[in-house]
């Protein structure tokens, strides 16, 4: 389990930025949750990409197959990123709401890539669809997911 090394960045409910990049999320996860692997690589309009490199000893179930809640990992980490676009900054407070997953087929490979895409969004949540894929075949999905997060009120 990631655990936050401080409570720091959380305590302060918007981190506003002129211009959120990969580089940017990447930066600011890490340095709270320093063994967090779902990076972010890519931000677009309307939607993000994400990559997890595939550690043999925690992510691979018997038979091979990368395991369900390792692609429910990042599905849930690409709706948070997913959520800092729409919002157009670092809004660490936000909260998976719902999340829902359909696995299509087994998962075997070392890296897997998540699209998430922006469905809608509002003052209090943002809803988007991610779909995820293996070592650059993103014409044969593993499994595809919707979810919600929750935007925090203003103090």
């Not at 690409?78 to 998976?96: D, H, K, N, S």
């Not at 359909?102 to 991610?130: D, H, K, Q």
Request: aromatic residues 8%.
């Amino acid at each position: 389990m990631v655990r936050p090394r401080s409570s720091g960045w959380l305590s302060r409910s918007v981190l506003a930025v002129s211009e959120l990049t990969p580089e940017l999320i990447n930066e600011t996860i890490l340095a709270e949750y320093e063994e967090m692997r779902n990076l972010c690589t890519e931000i677009g309009d309307g939607y993000v990409m994400t990559s997890w490199e595939v550690d043999e000893a925690t992510d691979i179930r018997p038979g091979g197959y990368v395991s369900g809640p390792t692609q429910f990992k990042i599905a849930d980490g690409a709706l948070w990123y997913l959520t800092f676009a729409a919002l157009g900054r670092i809004e660490p407070m936000a909260l998976t709401s719902e999340l829902s997953m359909r696995f299509l087929r087994p998962a075997i490979g070392t890296r897997m890539i998540c699209r998430a895409t922006l469905e809608a969004a509002n003052r209090r949540s943002v809803v988007g669809t991610c779909h995820i894929w293996v070592d650059g075949a993103p014409d044969r999905i593993t499994s595809t997911a919707q979810g919600t997060y929750a935007i925090p009120m203003p103090r």
